[in-house]
């Protein structure tokens, strides 16, 4: 699914890719970027990634076969498991919550 002109990335600001901008325009692109950062913590920095390894899946949701294994981790630290069927899966996925 395409993103929308109205869906546009809400980390970019208007001045993103300007070279000579006004103090007031570096102020608040700083502001605004420190204030992004600080509410949208990556799920590594927050320990929930401890927290979300914590959960084991007992099934895979797309085959539900027990024959999976781990299959390394997500960049954010999250386990990842390689089912049988060749499909990935996480608990970080929505189908365990």
């Not at 001045?15 to 420190?34: H, I």
């Not at 084991?56 to 954010?76: H, L, R």
Request: charge should be positive; hydrophobic fraction near 20%.
């Amino acid at each position: 699914m395409r993103k929308s002109e109205a869906q546009k990335s809400r980390r970019k600001t208007p001045w993103d890719g300007e070279s000579s901008l006004t103090p007031v325009q570096t102020f608040l692109k700083r502001n605004y970027n420190a204030r992004y950062k600080n509410h949208h913590r990556k799920v590594g920095e927050s320990g929930e990634a401890d927290m979300v390894n914590s959960f084991i899946p007992d099934k895979c949701p797309f085959c539900s076969s027990d024959a999976f294994k781990k299959n390394g981790y997500t960049e954010s630290g999250v386990q990842r498991y390689k089912c049988t069927c060749n499909k990935n899966l996480s608990a970080h996925n929505k189908n365990y919550f």
